[in-house]
């Protein structure tokens, strides 16, 4: 089996497989209101076609951890099945989505039994004036809807993300850890990065990791958890001395890119060796044009190889990605 190893040394062990570029939420640091052209029918992957390069991912390339995201991939048709035929893999990787949970609550048992292990629910507020603000649509009992049905499925630990705003939702960080705690949810902050389609991102404007502690430590104690961090994005506190958590995953202010293990493939089988990332090695094509699985393969071994050592947001040189974080998978 190779390796999906890069020139630093970093092995990516982890695929994030986006579903779809599509999503029926406008969160404003994300899309535009109007949403964007959406990737043509003809160039996403089929549902085999995804299973096939997952499973060229898992059985030759040493990949042990499959999430899969957007776009939003609730609205992918075949979701239960893909998951479904992910698990029957070998060997069987870890299977986590990404999801704005909005209809959850209606198959997140389906889905638990087809084999999904976890969720990652986003929700950047629990306020019903501000998620409408945030998000444009007046969702927020539906996203509550499938946060308590992943838990009831057994789809733990299920984590919250949330993105601070300044002005909007930054003072609701105390209040959002509050009820993440209650219910038992692991709540983590991620820094906003420079994805949106937009391109309306500024350093002054987000809300940086020491923004987010001085707003934490008003109402709680946080002491450096325990376990060690490995590869998790998310630097993990005790609250309160636990046993509940919250992480911070400052992307942009406190960089991991050298215990980086990710590699995402999108909706229309480009293979990104960072979310970054200024270009993209094509998987779709040699697909469709009969390559087999270990010319495939090598190709995802190069696309990796390739990988820089950071994604570089702090250089003066940085130029934003061409696609946005819901076309890459975030
Ligand atoms: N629709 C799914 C969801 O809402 O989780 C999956 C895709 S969404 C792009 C994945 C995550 O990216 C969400 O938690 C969202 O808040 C986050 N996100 C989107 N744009 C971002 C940005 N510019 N900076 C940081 N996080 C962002």
């Known amino acids: 089996m190779s390796a999906l190893t890069d020139t630093w040394g970093r092995v990516a062990t982890d695929l994030r497989v986006s579903l779809t570029d599509r999503c029926n939420l406008r969160c404003n640091y994300c899309m535009p209101a109007e949403g964007l052209d959406w990737l043509p029918d003809d160039t996403v992957l089929t549902d085999d076609e995804v299973i096939r390069l997952v499973d060229i991912a898992v059985s030759r390339l040493g990949v042990t951890e499959v999430r899969f995201t957007g776009g939003e991939p609730l609205v992918r048709r075949g979701l239960v099945d893909i998951v479904r035929r992910t698990a029957a893999l070998t060997p069987r990787p870890e299977i986590s989505m990404t999801s704005n949970a909005l209809g959850l609550s209606r198959n997140a048992q389906a889905l638990a039994d ?23 649509r007046d969702r927020l009992h539906d996203v ?45 902050f991620i820094e906003q990065m420079p994805l949106d389609a937009q391109h ?26 325990a376990e060690p961090r490995g590869s998790a994005p998310a630097e993990l506190f005790a609250v309160d001395g636990g046993p509940a958590t919250v ?9 991991f890119c050298g215990d980086c293990d990710r590699v995402r493939l999108t909706a229309d089988g480009q293979v990104r060796n960072c979310l970054f990332a200024r270009e993209e090695s094509d998987l779709r094509g040699p697909l469709r044009d009969g390559a087999s699985d ?24 940085f130029l934003q990605p061409a696609r946005p974080m819901s076309a890459i998978g975030g």
């Not at 087809?114 to 444009?136: C, K, M, Q, W, Y």
């Not at 270990?294 to 040189?317: C, F």
Request: charged share 25%; with cysteine.
């Open 144 to 188: 509550l809807a499938g946060l308590y049905a992943a838990r009831d499925a057994g789809l733990g630990p299920v984590k919250v993300n949330a993105v601070l705003l300044r002005g909007v939702n930054d003072d609701q960080a105390p209040e959002l850890l509050r009820w993440c705690v209650q219910e038992g949810f692991e709540l983590r």
């Open 294 to 317: 270990a010319e495939i393969a090598e190709r995802w071994v190069k696309a990796v190889v390739t990988k820089l050592p950071g994604h570089g947001i702090n250089d003066p040189s």
């Open 247 to 255: 992480g911070v995953i400052a992307s942009v202010t406190r960089p």
């Open 114 to 136: 087809a084999g999904l292990d976890r969720v990652n629910i986003s929700l950047d507020t629990i306020r019903p004036d501000t998620f409408h603000e945030i998000t444009r």
């Open 200 to 225: 309306a991102w500024s350093r002054t404007e987000m809300i940086t990791a020491d923004e987010i502690f001085a707003r934490l430590d008003q109402e709680f104690t946080l002491t450096p958890a």
